[in-house]
Structure formats: C-alpha cells, structure tokens
C-alpha cells in the first residue's frame, strides 16, 4: 500500500502554515520547518489587512472553527479607504476591496498579526517543528527530495516547498545565480496607543477609513490605521471568543525587548 503523499514546508509564517493547512485538508502529510527555536522566538508585527482574495483564500484552507476564531479576534475598522494631500484636504475617498462571495462572507479585516499567527500554529501544534535552518536539498533516484538542516537533521519527501521568505535557502539552491533586487521602497511603521486626552487631539477623519495615505512632495508619504486591541498578548489573561478551546496550550509570543528600540536619528538612517 502506497504512503501518503508527503510535503515538507520551510517556513512557518502565515504563507507556510495556511499551505500546511489546506493540504491537511486535503489528506496530504504536511510537516513545517520552522528556523527560531520557538513561536515566540522572532518579532512578528503586529498588524495585516486581509480582504479579497486573502480572505477567501484564508476560509478554504482553514478548518472552519480556527477561520472563525481567526475572524473572532480581528478588527473590523471602516471598510474604506482615503487619500488626502499634505495639506490634509480629501484627494479620493472609496470602499475598500469586499467580499465577493456570499452574502454573509466577511469583509476587510484588520489582524493583529501574531495573533493570527498564533491561531494557525494551535491547529498544527503535532506538524511544526523548530530549530531546524535549511542549508540545502537534493533530489534523490525515487523522485523524492532530502531536506538538509543545519543542525544535521535530513528529512525526506515527496515535495519540499520554500516559505521561508526573502532570503529563502531553498530558493538559493534552486536558483544560486538569482539576486534579490531592491525596489527603492523604505516603509516604517510605528503605533500610538490611544487614550484619554491623546485620543481627543485627533481629528475623526483618522478612525472613519481603514487606512488614510496623506501624500508627500513628491514621495514620502504618511498612512495612518485606526486598530483596537481585541485581545491583550501579555499580563493579563485575555478574554476569548466563543471556540477558544483551539487556542488552549498555544505558545504565546514573548513580548519585544526594549533594547531593540532605536532613537528617531537611528531609524531615519536604517530606512535610507
């Protein structure tokens, strides 16, 4: 009798783990290669808008009560979106991308990322496994491929597939003469927790859309995301939503160290 169909996934960020959840789904043997040492071991963010296709792309890999438990702990801000000029006068004002599929799809969501990171990974506790960096493959004589970690482990299966980012390893051995290119683009993203007195100097225009780009002259330019904290990520225990069960014995991330942040001379030069 012929084994089940086996793929190795490198990588698990939310791209990995939907992959290794769809093909569950599909009664395909999935294993994930994780490269920190634990879930909570890298920053992750903290957040992702989702609309369409992403939205409907999350619902058909996912088991139905991690995909509502996903959209249980996510925002919900306005579904538009503007641009304003420097000057702060409305340059275009429109809805955001929606679901096109039935009537009682979801629309956009705001996500706290490693929220819905940890989400995916409590569905896949037994299928990732971490510490394990990818150094390189091959494909053997029985058309099946070995995976090489760093730490000595070999893995084999039917199919390896690369999730592990920009500097992916598989991708250098498949592709050794390809270079990554530098598309000129610098983003920096921050968060301003809101309350009391702060909230009250800000204009409403800044809640009423999901996000508002204020441009600059000629390319800099400012967006601003209205969020709210459905769930606290450290202290004190958080209140779940109904289905909370699939998070029990979930890892928590650990929160970022404070050693990490820079003054604001030093982040203007890392995003130059």
């Known amino acids: 009798m012929r084994t089940p169909y086996r793929v190795i996934i490198v990588g698990a960020g939310l791209g990995g783990l939907a992959l290794a959840h769809g093909l569950r789904s599909q009664g395909i043997d999935v294993a994930v290669y ?25 619902e058909y890999c996912l ?4 995909f509502q438990l996903c959209l249980g702990t996510a925002g919900a801000p306005p579904a538009r979106v503007s641009v304003r000029s420097r000057h702060l006068d409305v340059l275009a004002d429109k809805a955001a991308l929606s679901s096109s599929g039935a009537g009682d799809a979801p629309g956009p969501r705001a996500f706290n990322r490693p929220t819905l990171r940890q989400v995916m990974l409590s569905g896949l506790r037994d299928h990732v496994h971490y510490g394990a960096r990818l150094v390189a493959y091959q494909h053997e004589a029985d058309g099946t491929v070995t995976a090489r970690f760093a730490d000595r482990r070999t893995v084999s299966a039917d199919l390896l597939v690369g999730a592990d980012g920009v500097n992916s390893a598989g991708r250098r051995t498949l592709l050794p003469d390809a270079r990554v290119e530098d598309a000129g683009l610098r983003l920096v993203y921050g968060k301003i ?3 009391g007195s ?8 800044v809640f009423d859309s999901i996000f508002t780009v204020v441009t600059g002259d000629p390319h800099p330019a400012c967006g601003t ?18 289905g909370d069960a699939h998070l029990r014995g979930a890892a928590r ?3 970022r160290s404070t050693t990490r942040r820079r003054p604001g001379s030093a982040r203007r030069r890392l995003a130059r």
């Open 34 to 58: 994780e490269r920190d040492v634990h879930s909570g071991a890298h920053p992750q963010g903290y957040r992702i808008q989702l609309d369409e296709p992403g939205l409907t792309g999350l």
């Open 63 to 66: 088991p139905v009560p991690l």
């Open 193 to 195: 927790p809101l309350e």
């Open 198 to 205: 702060t909230r009250a100097g800000i204009p409403d225009w």
């Open 225 to 242: 995301v209205p969020g709210r904290r459905l769930c606290r990520m450290y202290g004190r225990r958080p209140r779940r939503p109904s």
């Open 253 to 255: 991330p650990r929160p």
